[in-house]
């Protein structure tokens, strides 16, 4: 047993530090080893340990969760970025709960990078790193992590050792725990703003990439249009297009020809278009359209339900992401509010 204040070795059964003179504690019988008791994990290092462990959890969550979205189709370089960051934090979190809950000089030095970075969340983040900070940088603490075993500590680490768990770790407990509280009550008024407009700008991202798909397949269908006097596939000139796509109506779908992607890649792939897009931002197929014996194109999309909504389409814009995306003879018939609908005059 080593007194708690200068850290000298004490004699069995005595009441007071024969160095200092402090007062002793009463050890009942049956406790554990004072030895085994001087080098175990303090609470504060087991509730920071958790809290890397949830939080990096909840890290890489949101870096799998941007991961599809930036698989499932086109994506703004910002969304990896923010992957990126999530991930690192995460994995950086992770490593960290691990080292501390191991009692590892790399879980404090990592946890101090973090509290480094947590500085910068003004206000909470700044007071709460702050004094993680303070605790992690006791001479108490850098022994307790240091891995040496109680016989090769100076009495000036065991008191400092003892000096820790007397004093100041109850208190960095309550104010990381309510800190908490408060960070996790924010959190969750942030996702409640921020999640509906993550799903509405990932479903908008999708309308994107199907009306950029459109468009490329469009100048490429244009192109082979003016080099060959029609809009219909070589392998369906044999067969006629008799039907009007457009008339006073708007675009008439109904009795149109439907072609096989396959066909219009046969003779738009490699001279006018690298890769023909064939799948729309849900992943569904693109559908294709040629009448008025081959005369006229249209390109259909049926949007997030996948169902088609008719067969019949007035120019106008679109109000939900369940509505179909038509493209017709060089401009989008149906498309969504403040897209750019015109892309090519028709011939």
Not at 233 to 240: N, V, Y
Request: hydrophobic content about 45%; overall charge negative.
């Amino acid at each position: 047993m080593y007194c708690p204040k200068c850290g000298s070795p004490i004699v069995p059964a005595s009441n007071f530090c024969t160095r200092c003179g402090t007062p002793l504690p009463v050890v009942p019988p049956g406790s554990p080893s004072s030895d085994a008791a001087l080098l175990a994990r303090p609470a504060v290092i087991t509730l920071l340990a958790i809290l890397d462990l949830v939080f990096g959890g909840i890290w890489l969550l949101a870096t799998l969760g941007l991961s599809f979205t930036l698989t499932s189709g086109k994506s703004d370089p910002e969304d990896l970025v923010l992957a990126l960051i999530f991930g690192v934090l995460g994995l950086t979190a992770m490593v960290a709960g691990v080292g501390l809950l191991r009692m590892k000089e790399y879980g404090r030095i990592v946890q101090l990078v973090l509290s480094t970075i947590g500085l910068l969340g003004i206000p909470i983040g700044t007071i709460i790193s702050a004094l993680v900070l303070y605790y992690l940088t006791r001479p108490g603490v850098r022994v307790l992590f240091s891995g040496r075993p109680v016989e090769q500590l100076t009495p000036e680490e065991i008191g400092a050792v003892s000096q820790l768990r007397g004093s100041g770790g109850a208190g960095v407990a309550i104010a990381v725990a309510v800190g908490l509280l408060v960070l996790v009550a924010v959190m969750g008024i942030l996702a409640a703003i921020a999640i509906p407009n993550l799903l509405t700008a990932m479903q908008r991202s999708k309308q994107k990439r199907t009306m950029a798909d459109m468009r490329s397949v469009a100048t490429a269908w244009e192109a082979y249009a003016t080099d060959h006097n029609t809009y219909a596939p070589t392998d369906a000139i044999g067969s006629t297009h008799p039907a009007t796509l457009t008339d006073e109506r708007g675009v008439m779908l109904e009795a149109a020809s439907r072609i096989d992607a396959s066909e219009l890649e046969n003779v738009l792939v490699p001279t006018y278009l690298r890769m023909l897009p064939q799948k729309d931002g849900w992943e569904r197929e693109i559908e294709l359209f040629v009448g008025s014996d081959g005369q006229e194109y249209a390109m259909r999309s049926s949007g997030k339900n996948g169902v088609a909504e008719s067969e019949a389409y007035q120019a106008g814009p679109i109000k939900n992401f369940d509505c179909d995306i038509v493209y017709a003879l060089g401009e989008f018939i149906a498309y969504p509010e403040g897209a750019a609908v015109q892309v090519d005059q028709p011939r």
